[in-house]
């Protein structure tokens, strides 16, 4: 969030670096990402589970037992955890998340407001789904939507982690996350620099190392 002088912070310069770089936006942004949930058809987070329902409302909560980013329903049904992230978003989501633990810029950036909901809810295999009778229900599918304070802390993430990708992730989205289109501008410059040749920008790297706490392991 851009503050005039002199209550900007080193986020908001960082945010103010990347408009000027990579025409990302220097204001709050909304992040959205639908993905299924694991765990949620195992006790005792498949009880939970069944008492959702499409559009009730859920947040993320860093569990630090298990390393992984849980799902927990924000409503009058809470009962516990209902499942979890797969380990490939809960890996960068885990970041995200991560932030004001960290040090500097990371520090001060924040997730505003966490509006995630339940998208759909399978309790019985589709009758029409050869195959389908073979697998564990419920099946739990929630969309993310996630208020950030500042758009480079996540925009840093996925194009370190998915810059090479011969297609963009559903993390990655750009329909639902257009603040995203950038990432794609970066794509087209890792391939025009013969792969090899690609230099990371100066700022994503020096970001990277802040989100992942450098060698200091902070």
Same mark, same amino acid.
């Given at each position: 969030?851009?503050?005039?002088?002199?209550?900007?912070?080193?986020?908001?310069?960082?945010?103010?670096?990347?408009?000027?770089?990579?025409?990302?936006? *220097?204001?709050?942004?909304?992040?959205?990402?639908?993905?299924?949930?694991?765990?949620?058809?195992?006790?005792?987070?498949?009880?939970?589970?069944?008492?959702?329902? =499409?559009?009730?409302?859920?947040?993320?909560?860093?569990?630090?037992? +298990?390393?992984?980013?849980?799902?927990?329903?924000?409503?009058?049904?809470?009962?516990?955890? *209902?499942?979890?992230?797969?380990?490939?978003?809960?890996?960068?989501?885990?970041?995200?998340?991560?932030?004001?633990?960290?040090?500097?810029?990371?520090?001060?950036?924040?997730?505003?407001?966490?509006?995630?909901?339940? +998208?759909?809810?399978?309790?019985?295999? =589709? =009758?029409?789904?050869?195959?389908?009778?073979?697998?564990?229900?419920?099946?739990?599918?929630?969309?993310?939507?996630?208020?950030?304070?500042?758009?480079?802390?996540?925009?840093?993430?996925?194009?370190?982690?998915?810059?090479?990708?011969?297609?963009?992730?559903?993390?990655?989205?750009?329909?639902?996350?257009?603040?995203?289109? =950038?990432?794609?501008?970066?794509?087209?410059?890792?391939? +025009?620099?013969?792969?090899?040749?690609?230099?990371?920008?100066?700022?994503?790297?020096?970001?990277?190392?802040?989100?992942?706490?450098?060698?200091?392991?902070?």
């Amino acid at each position: 969030m851009i503050r005039s002088e002199p209550d900007t912070t080193q986020a908001d310069l960082r945010a103010l670096d990347f408009a000027r770089q990579f025409g990302l936006t *220097a204001e709050p942004v909304l992040y959205r990402y639908e993905t299924g949930v694991a765990y949620c058809c195992r006790e005792p987070y498949k009880s939970c589970a069944c008492l959702l329902e =499409p559009g009730d409302p859920v947040c993320l909560r860093p569990d630090r037992l +298990s390393r992984s980013i849980a799902i927990w329903p924000s409503s009058a049904k809470a009962c516990g955890p *209902a499942g979890f992230l797969y380990a490939q978003d809960a890996a960068f989501m885990g970041l995200l998340l991560d932030c004001p633990a960290r040090q500097g810029a990371c520090a001060q950036t924040r997730i505003l407001d966490d509006t995630s909901l339940v +998208s759909q809810v399978l309790l019985a295999p =589709p =009758p029409s789904l050869a195959g389908a009778q073979r697998l564990r229900y419920p099946k739990l599918t929630v969309e993310l939507r996630l208020r950030l304070s500042h758009a480079w802390p996540l925009f840093t993430i996925l194009a370190v982690l998915h810059l090479k990708d011969d297609q963009l992730p559903a993390c990655a989205g750009l329909r639902p996350n257009p603040w995203l289109e =950038p990432l794609a501008g970066l794509r087209q410059a890792y391939r +025009s620099g013969l792969y090899d040749a690609f230099v990371l920008p100066d700022q994503i790297a020096a970001a990277w190392l802040d989100l992942t706490g450098g060698l200091t392991g902070r």
